[in-house]
T-cell receptor, first 111, second 119 residues
Framework: DAMVIQNPRYQVTQFGKPVTLSCSQT?????MYWYQQKSSQAPKLLFH???????NEADTPDNFQSRRPNTSFCFLDIRSPGLGDAAMYLC??????????FGPGTRLLVL | AQKITQTQPGMFVQEKEAVTLDCTYD???????LFWYKQPSSGEMIFLIY??????QNATEGRYSLNFQKARKSANLVISASQLGDSAMYFC????????????????FGQGTILTVHP
């Protein structure tokens, strides 16, 4: 089945230690999104790629970076995680303006 | 600016009964899309149903239907014959029209409604 895959499902990191979350998709969608979701809140868009074009949300901290080496993969890099970065990170994909399909998410814990 | 409002923080329903989750929206765009997603405790956001602003008929997908009232700017989700597995957080979301750049495909989410289905 075509799907969006996120690894790992749970990630524990130390304060200030760089961490990378990965997302892959078999849907062949040209748009990939990264969201941050804190407990009992709506998802917050961090950035998205439309093909190779990177689009950063204005309020996304510089601490968050992303890479998309090819159509199928997209990575979220947190350069120096703080306690406030502990959250669920959701990857989604879509065709242009189409429906967004989400992966299972990665829960990040910062110690 | 776009805004989605879900006024019900929590809803309870008896198994096999129907339930309506409210969603109102505000936008100045003539063309937009409305979505409902389900998020169980596992965290995955599951797409349920979509309604386009120019669609003449209300969307339906199995036990899910969307009660779209354009003049009232509401897009309520109706779940028929509730099941225990329907217990989850439900998000209403709106997609901006194609204005290019960062608004391309961007979703605006409501704050969500937690649905609890009782046996």
């Amino acid at each position: 089945d075509a799907m969006v895959i996120q690894n790992p499902r749970y990630q524990v990191t130390q304060f200030g230690k760089p961490v990378t979350l990965s997302c892959s998709q078999t849907l062949n969608h040209n748009v990939m999104y990264w969201y941050q979701q804190k407990s009992s809140q709506a998802p917050k868009l961090l950035f998205h790629y439309y093909d190779k074009d990177f689009n950063n949300e204005a309020d996304t901290p510089d601490n968050f970076q992303s890479r998309r080496p090819n159509t199928s993969f997209c990575f979220l890099d947190i350069r120096s995680p703080g306690l406030g970065d502990a959250a669920m990170y959701l990857c989604a994909t879509s065709r242009a303006q189409g429906t967004q399909y989400f992966g299972p998410g990665t829960r990040l814990l910062v110690l | 600016a776009q805004k989605i409002t879900q006024t019900q923080p929590g809803m309870f329903v008896q198994e096999k009964e129907a339930v309506t989750l409210d969603c109102t929206y505000d936008t100045s765009d003539p063309s937009y899309g409305l979505f409902w997603y389900k998020q169980p405790s596992s965290g995955e956001m599951i797409f349920l149903i979509y309604q386009g602003s120019y669609d003449q008929q209300n969307a339906t997908e199995g036990r899910y239907s969307l009660n779209f009232q354009k003049a009232r700017k509401s897009a309520n989700l109706v779940i028929s014959a509730s099941q225990l597995g329907d217990s989850a957080m439900y998000f209403c979301a709106m997609r901006a029209s194609n204005a290019g750049g960062t608004s391309y495909g961007k979703l605006t989410f409501g704050q969500g409604t937690i649905l609890t289905v009782h046996p």
